[in-house]
């Protein structure tokens, strides 16, 4: 008799410790989502009178301050000449795809939203953004002409045949080298005709393990679907059927790139790379190649000298990874029409802002030194890489494929826990359950 | 309205105003139904903390048990799948038993190692030295350090040239052996951890058994001395069993912040996912792999865990807790 009320106690103790317990937890993460101001354009609904009141676009951004404000400036140009919408800029430089999230399941996202590459198909495919395919077909501006922009870049904005949003960048990958490393050596610098083979026997020879210096790094980055695409394999086939990453060419990149990452003869270990972090290293002057997006600061570190040169050519051809990113319309918007109409404005005032524009008419080097003077001296690279770009290939449930390449491939290829062959014929199966 | 900040304003004034406005109305209500005066103030006053516990804490608990029955990418309505998560979860994802294995491994070890610890501060503290005011501030500090500048710190003290490999060097070199990784090592990742974790030793739980501590009387130790107890005797057969329900708090605490570890796996790498935690995965898979009704399941079963594992220790509890005027029949 006198143990039940105990009991009774002793579980209602227990509930409420861990319900402080679990509260104390969650103020962390939840104080991330009280702190972003939410101007509601649903309070405007006096806007159906014909007084021509502008329509308040909210568009959502990871810019960090000093990118806000560049955006900024290009959003006032914008509303001073837009007439019938207003751009409001919500950046949100920490957590941002939570946020995203978050607010599209609350229905408060905003109308128009920047989304890496990874995002745009898994977003459209469950119905989140807005198809753009009629409105842009209708549409003879040139930053709505379709033909313009390098096909494997847009690809990844586009689902089903179907357009669901404008890339506004797109990123290729060069090599940046630091030009004392190899005069010490005299060594000549690298030029764009080099080959896997031809890199990989400069960064022995760069290699210098008591000074800790080393020819080039890797560790995941590069993407190692550069190498698969430029040995001529795939990823992902372009009808989305299949992940033939146990092809021999497949192999091959595999292969390649595990001669390279963490081997010490040429690269540094994944222990020194996690403790002196990995552009850091080549910013101090420690590693003699490095592959980074176009518009890296790689180039603008004090007392470093640094060259460009298009990466290594592969056995079939010289792809280039470009990192890309889009702009997309929410699908809930209750402005369809204005937000399409501030996406296009939007867009082709990016495009003279960031590099490299993802259009062909626009990657040019003129184009790029005048959006960003500091590149001045890598911009006839960039501009030639561009020409052989590409985005990674998006499915739906990307974010589960990838992890899988990730942990059943790479991963375990790279800490030596099998060959590529087998390794990559094991996981294709567990690859292709989770393809549309 | 042009300015969304000042919308953003008015609005919370607005939310303020009328938490206020309901406040007096609760005050009024219960009036009215002849409860006493101070009754009803005592429950206008905590209502803002009560809305807050309902719409903040018990609705998204109660919405996430529903949710892990569903399929819930966030972006579309959640669909019902019945225990497909949960059979998931135990029987196909191979990344689940390992998350599970670190998390408990971690809270089984760390927390009595860290009692043991907080508990030689204490005793340490509780000594009547010139200057323990100080001392005692100094061992409060690390308790008051934001998690994730402490999470960048340990990373950085079990780097390679660290501090921690530093220190050990006499020791590598003596047994002829490669400087440990730490982190970076598969199989080191958990002892990592759980070195890292006497860090939160030096707070809340040193105060919290320094009360305690501070609370034996003195006459029951003076009479042990008296009878001809040593200190040893006198630690365990008074001081202990006097302060044990601090000791059972601690634990207790202990456990359910060690189970839900998430700020330090989070902010340090480690290789294969050997440093997932439960709630990192549970983080990772909901806000990343927009699955949040396998998260929502996740954390149900990591719920389930603590409590099973609290549940444990209460009951052992029985066999060693005294509370103060307690009498025992032997």
């Given at each position: 008799?006198?143990r039940?009320?105990k009991?009774?106690?002793?579980?209602?103790?227990?509930?409420?410790?861990?319900?402080?317990?679990?509260?104390g937890?969650?103020?962390?993460s939840?104080?991330?989502?009280?702190?972003?101001?939410?101007?509601?354009?649903e309070?405007?609904?006096d806007e159906?009178?014909?007084s021509?009141?502008?329509?308040?676009?909210r568009?959502?951004t990871w810019?960090g301050?000093q990118?806000?404000?560049?955006?900024?400036?290009?959003?006032d140009?914008?509303?001073a000449?837009?007439e019938?919408?207003q751009?409001?800029?919500?950046?949100?430089?920490a957590?941002y795809?939570?946020?995203?999230?978050?607010m599209f399941?609350?229905?408060?996202?905003?109308?128009l939203?920047?989304?890496?590459?990874?995002y745009v198909v898994p977003?459209?495919?469950?119905?989140?953004?807005?198809?753009?395919?009629d409105?842009?077909?209708?549409?003879?501006?040139?930053v709505a002409d379709l033909d313009?922009?390098f096909?494997?870049v847009l690809e990844?904005?586009q689902?089903e045949g179907?357009?669901?949003g404008?890339p506004?960048?797109?990123q290729?990958?060069?090599?940046?080298?630091?030009m004392?490393?190899?005069?010490e050596?005299n060594?000549?610098?690298p030029t764009?005709?080099?080959?896997w083979?031809?890199?990989?026997?400069?960064a022995?020879q760069l290699t210098?393990?008591e000074?800790g210096?080393?020819?080039?790094?890797?560790?995941?980055w590069p993407?190692v679907?550069?190498?698969?695409?430029q040995a001529?394999?795939?990823?992902?086939?372009p009808?989305?059927?299949?992940?033939?990453?146990?092809s021999?060419?497949?192999?091959e990149?595999?292969?390649f790139y595990?001669s390279i990452?963490?081997n010490?003869e040429?690269?540094?270990p994944?222990?020194?790379?996690?403790?002196?972090g990995?552009s850091?290293?080549?910013?101090a002057?420690k590693i003699?190649?490095f592959f980074?997006?176009?518009?890296?600061?790689?180039?603008r570190?004090?007392?470093?000298?640094?060259?460009h040169?298009?990466?290594p050519q592969g056995?079939?051809?010289?792809?280039?990874f470009?990192w890309t990113?889009s702009?997309a319309?929410n699908?809930?918007t209750e402005?369809?029409?204005?937000?399409?109409e501030?996406?296009i404005?939007?867009?082709e005032?990016?495009?003279?802002w960031?590099?490299?524009?993802?259009r062909?008419s626009m990657?040019?080097?003129?184009?790029?030194?005048?959006?960003?003077?500091r590149?001045?001296?890598?911009?006839e690279?960039?501009m030639?890489?561009?020409?052989?770009m590409?985005?990674?290939r998006?499915?739906?449930?990307?974010?589960e494929?990838?992890t899988?390449f990730?942990?059943?491939v790479?991963?375990?290829?790279?800490?030596?826990?099998g060959?590529?062959?087998?390794?990559?014929?094991k996981?294709?199966?567990?690859?292709?359950?989770?393809?549309? | 309205?042009?300015?969304?900040?000042?919308?953003?304003?008015?609005?919370?004034?607005?939310v303020g105003g009328?938490?206020?406005l309901?406040?007096?109305a609760?005050?009024?209500?219960?009036?009215?139904?002849?409860?006493?005066r101070?009754?009803?103030?005592g429950?206008a006053?905590?209502?803002?903390w009560?809305l807050?516990?309902?719409?903040?804490?018990l609705?998204?608990?109660?919405?996430?048990?529903f949710?892990s029955f569903?399929?819930?990418?966030?972006l579309?309505?959640?669909r019902?799948v019945g225990?497909?998560?949960?059979?998931?979860?135990?029987?196909?994802?191979?990344r689940?038993?390992?998350s599970v294995r670190?998390?408990?491994?971690?809270?089984?070890?760390?927390?009595?190692?860290?009692?043991l610890?907080?508990?030689?501060?204490a005793?340490?503290?509780a000594?009547?030295?010139?200057?323990?005011?100080f001392?005692?501030?100094?061992y409060?500090v690390?308790?008051?350090l934001p998690?994730a500048a402490?999470?960048?710190?340990?990373?950085?003290?079990f780097?390679?040239r660290?501090?921690?490999n530093?220190?050990?060097?006499p020791?590598y070199?003596?047994?002829?052996?490669?400087?440990?990784?730490?982190?970076s090592d598969?199989?080191?990742?958990?002892?990592s951890?759980?070195?890292?974790?006497?860090w939160?030793v030096?707070?809340?739980?040193?105060v919290?058994?320094?009360a305690a501590?501070?609370n034996?009387?003195?006459?029951?130790?003076?009479?042990?001395?008296?009878?001809?107890?040593?200190?040893?005797t006198?630690f365990?057969?008074?001081t202990?069993?006097?302060i044990?329900?601090a000791?059972?708090y601690?634990m207790?605490?202990?456990?359910?912040?060690a189970?839900?570890n998430f700020?330090?796996p989070?902010f340090i790498k480690?290789?294969?996912?050997?440093?997932?935690f439960?709630?990192?995965?549970?983080y990772?898979?909901?806000?990343?792999?927009?699955k949040?009704g396998?998260?929502?399941?996740?954390?149900?079963?990591?719920m389930l865990?603590?409590?099973?594992?609290?549940?444990l220790?209460w009951k052992?509890?029985?066999a060693?807790v005294?509370?103060?005027?307690?009498v025992?029949?032997?």
């Amino acid at each position: 008799m006198r143990r039940t009320p105990k009991l009774i106690t002793a579980l209602l103790l227990t509930l409420s410790l861990l319900l402080t317990a679990c509260g104390g937890t969650q103020t962390d993460s939840s104080d991330t989502q009280g702190g972003s101001p939410q101007p509601a354009a649903e309070g405007k609904a006096d806007e159906q009178s014909a007084s021509r009141e502008k329509v308040t676009i909210r568009l959502a951004t990871w810019a960090g301050a000093q990118e806000a404000a560049e955006l900024e400036a290009i959003i006032d140009e914008i509303n001073a000449e837009a007439e019938t919408f207003q751009i409001v800029h919500e950046p949100a430089p920490a957590d941002y795809y939570t946020k995203i999230q978050t607010m599209f399941a609350g229905g408060t996202a905003p109308d128009l939203l920047w989304l890496a590459q990874e995002y745009v198909v898994p977003y459209a495919a469950r119905g989140a953004l807005l198809d753009l395919t009629d409105r842009l077909a209708a549409d003879d501006r040139p930053v709505a002409d379709l033909d313009d922009y390098f096909p494997l870049v847009l690809e990844h904005a586009q689902y089903e045949g179907r357009t669901y949003g404008l890339p506004w960048v797109a990123q290729p990958v060069i090599v940046y080298y630091n030009m004392d490393l190899f005069d010490e050596k005299n060594i000549p610098y690298p030029t764009d005709d080099w080959t896997w083979e031809e890199f990989r026997e400069l960064a022995a020879q760069l290699t210098d393990k008591e000074r800790g210096i080393w020819g080039t790094s890797f560790n995941g980055w590069p993407p190692v679907h550069m190498f698969i695409w430029q040995a001529g394999g795939e990823v992902i086939s372009p009808d989305l059927k299949s992940s033939p990453i146990d092809s021999p060419e497949a192999i091959e990149a595999l292969e390649f790139y595990n001669s390279i990452i963490y081997n010490e003869e040429v690269a540094p270990p994944m222990a020194t790379v996690n403790e002196q972090g990995f552009s850091e290293m080549f910013k101090a002057g420690k590693i003699a190649m490095f592959f980074g997006g176009a518009s890296d600061d790689l180039d603008r570190v004090e007392g470093l000298r640094v060259g460009h040169v298009r990466v290594p050519q592969g056995p079939k051809n010289r792809t280039t990874f470009a990192w890309t990113a889009s702009t997309a319309v929410n699908a809930k918007t209750e402005h369809p029409d204005e937000a399409y109409e501030a996406l296009i404005a939007l867009t082709e005032g990016i495009h003279n802002w960031k590099i490299v524009p993802p259009r062909k008419s626009m990657a040019t080097a003129e184009q790029i030194i005048k959006n960003e003077p500091r590149k001045e001296s890598g911009a006839e690279t960039i501009m030639q890489a561009a020409q052989e770009m590409r985005a990674f290939r998006i499915i739906p449930k990307h974010q589960e494929w990838d992890t899988i390449f990730w942990e059943q491939v790479q991963e375990p290829l790279y800490s030596k826990k099998g060959t590529a062959a087998e390794l990559a014929g094991k996981a294709r199966a567990s690859l292709e359950e989770v393809l549309p | 309205m042009s300015n969304p900040y000042l919308y953003t304003l008015v609005r919370w004034l607005a939310v303020g105003g009328a938490i206020i406005l309901l406040m007096f109305a609760t005050y009024g209500f219960l009036r009215a139904m002849k409860a006493r005066r101070s009754t009803a103030i005592g429950y206008a006053l905590i209502l803002p903390w009560l809305l807050g516990l309902v719409i903040w804490q018990l609705f998204p608990i109660v919405a996430s048990l529903f949710l892990s029955f569903t399929e819930y990418d966030v972006l579309t309505p959640p669909r019902w799948v019945g225990l497909q998560n949960y059979r998931d979860m135990f029987t196909r994802d191979p990344r689940f038993w390992p998350s599970v294995r670190l998390t408990v491994l971690y809270s089984v070890i760390s927390v009595p190692l860290g009692m043991l610890g907080a508990l030689a501060t204490a005793t340490l503290l509780a000594r009547e030295v010139r200057g323990v005011g100080f001392w005692r501030t100094l061992y409060y500090v690390p308790a008051v350090l934001p998690a994730a500048a402490t999470a960048l710190l340990w990373r950085w003290m079990f780097a390679s040239r660290g501090l921690i490999n530093s220190l050990l060097m006499p020791v590598y070199n003596l047994l002829g052996m490669e400087p440990l990784s730490w982190f970076s090592d598969e199989r080191l990742v958990l002892p990592s951890f759980i070195i890292m974790s006497f860090w939160g030793v030096f707070g809340a739980n040193t105060v919290i058994l320094l009360a305690a501590l501070k609370n034996v009387p003195k006459e029951l130790k003076e009479a042990a001395r008296v009878d001809g107890a040593s200190s040893w005797t006198v630690f365990w057969r008074i001081t202990v069993p006097m302060i044990s329900p601090a000791l059972l708090y601690v634990m207790i605490m202990g456990i359910i912040g060690a189970m839900q570890n998430f700020t330090a796996p989070l902010f340090i790498k480690t290789p294969g996912g050997a440093g997932t935690f439960l709630n990192v995965y549970v983080y990772q898979q909901g806000f990343t792999q927009f699955k949040m009704g396998y998260a929502s399941a996740v954390a149900w079963f990591l719920m389930l865990l603590i409590m099973i594992l609290t549940a444990l220790v209460w009951k052992w509890s029985d066999a060693y807790v005294y509370y103060e005027g307690e009498v025992r029949n032997q």
